[in-house]
């Protein structure tokens, strides 16, 4: 199995990145892809995540209204699009693969190598 995370980068307050998740290895269509955040200090939260077997998605309180999470099948990619970003949003967003519950409870089976999101005031 493999995980790919790319598009973070620095952004300006009100801004918006879209993160890509580009998976091999496994039966896409059978699992849920997560997206969780860790902002240095903290705990590492689960921000977002869609079930591929039955489109169910998931938000964090925090990103509700600002972040969107959609997947191209064709490609086996996950995107998180993020809009209206704070610099409370900085944080590396790493990618990962589990069951929906597990997920939201923060738990995932295999993960990817994150990538960072820095949101300057």
């Known amino acids: 199995v493999r995980i790919v995370e790319s598009g973070g980068g620095v952004v300006q307050a009100g801004g918006s990145l879209r993160l890509s998740c580009a998976t091999s290895?496994?039966?896409?269509?059978?699992?849920?892809i997560g997206w969780f955040r860790q902002a240095p200090g903290k705990e590492r939260e689960a921000v977002s995540c869609?079930?591929?077997?039955?489109?169910?998605?998931y938000y964090a309180d925090s990103v509700k209204g600002r972040f969107t999470t959609s997947s191209d099948n064709a490609k086996n990619t996950v995107y998180l699009q993020m809009n209206s970003l704070k610099p409370d949003d900085t944080a590396v967003y790493y990618c990962?693969?589990?069951?929906?519950?597990?997920?939201?409870?923060?738990?995932?089976?295999?993960w990817g190598q994150g990538t960072l999101v820095t949101v300057s005031s």
């Open positions: 869609l079930s591929n077997r039955d489109g169910i998605r």
């Open positions: 990962a693969i589990g069951e929906f519950r597990a997920i939201v409870a923060g738990v995932a089976q295999i």
């Open positions: 290895g496994f039966t896409f269509g059978d699992y849920t």
